[in-house]
């Protein structure tokens, strides 16, 4: 069986969780994205070239300690722009689109550009504020010393970066089903995306 699903959005809305949780609820593989140009930004700030450094991408790049940094959050931001880049990184996310036995996705591009194809596409948004509030915390609780201000304009800046680049925008499918979670729990949100998954594996 390859039945991909394909969670899109903007930063801290909820698209890790919400993916983690739709994966393991149906046995699903799950490649978080982001990762892959985060890691290729924490690669360009030791000083290697953005391309090099996207073709040269191994496994335990993605098991860095220090991915999850605001500071690798805005170099993946500026290498998620390079044309180049992103080619590098198609046909390894094309592959985890189809592997058998299905794949969750989650990013700004897998609906539109991926995997166009997928069976159920999500966009999860939430107001700014919100999404500042819950990155702030996850922050702080893996132990980074940040605050609502820096973590709130690190999150606009990068948002306004990501859907204005011409390669490749953040932008939600027409076909993507929209799941605002401001007003959501977790739970609330995890249980509305596993619904959809599983009326599209129904079908
Ligand atoms: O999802 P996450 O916040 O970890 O992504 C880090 C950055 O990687 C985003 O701000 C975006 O620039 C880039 N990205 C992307 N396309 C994806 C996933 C992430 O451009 N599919």
Redesign the pocket.
Known sequence: MSFCVAI?GP??AG??TISREVARHFGLAHL???????AV?ARVAEGEAPLDAAKALVADDLARGDLRSAAV?QA??RV??IPEV?AALVDFQRAFARRAGGAVL?????GTV?CPDAEVKLYVTASDEIRAERRLKELQGSGFDTDYATVLADIRS?DA??ASRVD?P?VAAADAILLDTSRMTIAEAVARAVAEVGRALRR
Do not use: V
């Open positions: 899109d930063a801290a698209k890790g978080d994205t982001g990762l892959l140009y985060r930004g959050a993946a931001s998620a722009a992103r989650d990013g700004r591009d897998i991926i990068r970066r990501d490749a953040m």
